[in-house]
DNA sequence: GCAAAAGTGTTCGGCGTACACCCATGC
DNA sequence: GCATGGGTGTACGCCGAACACTTTTGC
């Protein structure tokens, strides 16, 4: 740490805060057409009853990206995929002694790969991003944030890795990039799109399903 | 804060970490057509001796960009400028018992609005920002990102407004980008480039100066 | 009139966007 | 043979990039 002054002694003379650190990760998906996120229903005070964004403290010893992977592997049981820092956060609980600083993340899941944890206090639960309940503390903004966050990444990353199984139809990654731009695109320009970039791969493989041609599979290319 | 276990027994109870929090400003200016940045030479333990960006601990009280507001008047005098947000780091500084936590800013500044704190230890000084000294801790990662995301933000946003005075030339607005690109640009597709985007508004006023044709002065549209 | 910097226009290629038909398969 | 989704091509407008000359001023 670059800080001028940094024993806890030091610390303590000037009047610094030695808040509470947590990390709260926004877990998107994208299932049955819609741009969805896990939140968690409060079983205590504060705000109990209502929704939040996954989170908690960091452990000893541990890292911030290391406690993001932790929360996510425990609300989903999913690791090794797309997490991102988005962006921290000062004054998410107005009610902590000592101040309380909220580093946020965000990450995407495949749906088919999640495991929900099955508890039956702080229940997760995905809600659609459009029609969310009501959220505890200011955890409305750390939504929007990530929203958009998420929009930007699509456009020059291949984050939506993430979203999908490792091979997929071009229709399939097409909805999925449908749902989180909240729109729908035309096929052949979105085709072209996504081929330019190198995003993704042919495969030779296809997937036949129902009386019709058979789609071809692609998988993503080396993650950017 | 969305935290599911959150008072500080609790915490302690779990084995969590409550480490010191810091503040750290990069900031940037563009002075002789260089893009600089301003270091401190460290005056104490650890690494004393080295270069490292400027911060300190959170005051009691303070939210985050107020730590972030104060530690740029502080060292520069200025303020009402661009600063944002950058990244939070939870390893800069490897010697706290606690751990650290970093979150880092990035600021623009005007060099004409800059006088430099005058203290004879933690001394400031601008510092090309390809020609920097060794830095302490993990300091040039920091450096690195900052960079990116000011290429980035120009790109983009009006944020140079914060790097020149009320009224400027068109050839020195070019010279701010032609300094952070790292490139030199021609003169009227940058000037295209930059009308179109509606980030200057052209004033009716001019500026003579030598034996030659005087340039018309421009403004900074609304901040975006 | 000449030195110095300010200011301007055109061409070309690529890309985003709009838009409609043929193809392969199962039944 | 027909229903179903898969897969493709073209035209147009905008924008980024490359490139050179005229204008205004001071001396």
Same mark, same amino acid.
Do not use: C, H, Q
């Given at each position: 740490m670059t800080t001028e002054t940094r024993s806890g002694a030091v610390n303590q003379a000037l009047g610094t805060r030695r808040p509470t650190v947590a990390v709260l990760v926004v877990i998107f998906t994208v299932y049955e057409g819609a741009l969805q996120v896990l939140l968690i229903e409060r079983s205590?005070?504060? &705000?109990?009853g209502q929704w939040a964004i996954p989170g908690g403290a960091l452990h000893h010893g541990e890292t911030l990206e290391q406690a993001a992977v932790r929360k996510l592997a425990e609300e989903?049981?999913?690791?090794?995929?797309?997490l991102e820092q988005l962006y921290t956060f000062g004054?998410?609980?107005?009610?902590a002694p000592d101040g309380s600083v909220g580093v946020t993340w965000f990450a995407l899941v495949d749906p088919e790969r999640v495991r929900l944890?099955?508890?039956?206090?702080?229940r997760p639960q995905w809600w659609r991003l459009d029609a969310t309940p009501?959220? &505890?503390?200011?955890?409305q903004r750390v939504l929007d944030e990530a929203r958009q966050r998420l929009i930007n990444k699509l456009e020059y990353t291949t984050a939506a890795y993430s979203l999908l199984p490792p091979r997929f139809t071009m229709r399939e990654l097409q909805e999925v990039y449908e749902a989180i731009r909240g729109r729908p695109l035309d096929k052949r320009n979105f085709r072209r799109w996504m081929l330019k970039r190198d995003f993704i791969t042919a495969t030779n493989e296809q997937r036949k399903e129902g009386r019709h041609r058979p789609a071809g599979l692609y998988r993503f290319a080396e993650r950017s």
């Open positions: 205590a005070a504060p &705000a109990e989903t049981g999913v690791t090794d995929v797309f004054d998410l609980d107005p009610d944890a099955d508890r039956s206090a702080w009501p959220l &505890a503390f200011d955890n």
